[in-house]
């Protein structure tokens, strides 16, 4: 609350526990959850709920949590912005989102799934790339912190 804005995380396990109930937890096992039985789906209606109780004015997303606010974007109110990092499962998207609010992809430009800043997203999309980074750019905070300060910049005349 110090800077004017209050941050609430929302992690994909919170989201989708069937995803993480695999013991021992193997990244690999999590990411088959999602994405070959029915996590995503879980996951997306988990966070609309979410949204419907508690809205939101900034929806940040890293990898598959990026995929997930896309899918949410007609969720989100008037003036509302998504930051995915990495989420290059958008590359999947065939058709429109649901939504205007603007979506603001960073990728890291040697990130081997990369999909394209497309106007099938639907709306104003913005694509960023960090120089000699892959799909992990968001380990290193430095590297990606630029579009947030773009974000809070005033919309040039």
Do not use: W
């Not at 992990?136 to 809070?152: D, I, K, S, W």
Request: proline share 8%.
């Amino acid at each position: 609350q110090q800077r004017g804005y209050e941050v609430k995380p929302c992690f994909l396990d919170s989201l989708c526990p069937a995803a993480y109930r695999a013991k021992p937890f193997e990244r690999e096992t999590t990411h088959h959850h999602f994405v070959n039985h029915g996590g995503i789906a879980e996951a997306t209606l988990a966070l609309r709920a979410l949204l419907a109780c508690d809205p939101v004015d900034l929806l940040l997303g890293f990898s598959l949590g990026g995929f997930l606010a896309c899918q949410v974007r007609d969720a989100l109110p008037t003036g509302a912005s998504i930051v995915c990092i990495s989420a290059t499962r958008l590359r999947l998207v065939e058709h429109s989102l649901p939504g205007e609010c603007p979506i603001h992809m960073l990728f890291g430009e040697d990130d081997p799934f990369l999909p394209k800043c497309d106007p099938a997203l639907g709306g104003v999309c913005h694509d960023y790339r960090v120089a000699q980074a892959g799909h992990e750019v968001y380990l290193t905070p430095e590297r990606c912190v630029f579009v947030l300060n773009a974000l809070q910049s005033p919309a040039p005349h």
